[in-house]
């Protein structure tokens, strides 16, 4: 069973950056990490799960949120089985559980999508002050 687990969240300020970080066990690590589309999504408080940024199958295109799009910076380490989303320029309204993502079939037209995903982690707070 696929494991992931996030980490790196807390409490900033309006303005400040965090780096979140997906740690993906299981057999999503290793050679097979590659093959997966991942993602990170939000939930705010009150609110429906949101789409924030994703790695199409194999890593070779990457997609974002209008949100945050030109803030937010999503990454990986194959080697590592990690994959990592650099938050700059925090605001109040990106307050949310952070969750990361996996999924081997989900297809380009689907990364946006939470329903789309099979494995998912439990979920990291940030809470950013004003």
């Known amino acids: 069973q696929v494991q992931l687990a996030e980490s790196g969240g807390g409490l900033v300020q309006a303005g400040d950056s965090r780096r979140l970080s997906c740690a993906a066990s299981g057999p999503a690590s290793g050679p097979s990490f590659r093959s997966y589309a991942m993602a990170w999504f939000r939930q705010p408080p009150g609110m429906e799960r949101e789409f924030v940024a994703a790695f199409s199958r194999g890593g070779g295109h990457t997609y974002y949120a209008d949100s945050v799009k030109g803030r937010f910076t999503i990454s990986k380490d194959n080697a590592k089985n990690m994959m990592f989303l650099q938050m700059n320029s925090l605001k109040p309204e990106d307050t949310a559980v952070y969750y990361c993502?996996?999924?081997?079939?989900?297809?380009?037209?689907?990364?946006?999508?939470?329903?789309?995903?099979?494995?998912w982690g439990q979920g990291t707070q940030v809470t950013v002050s004003s």
């Open positions: 993502a996996f999924g081997q079939g989900v297809i380009t037209s689907s990364l946006r999508y939470p329903n789309a995903y099979p494995n």
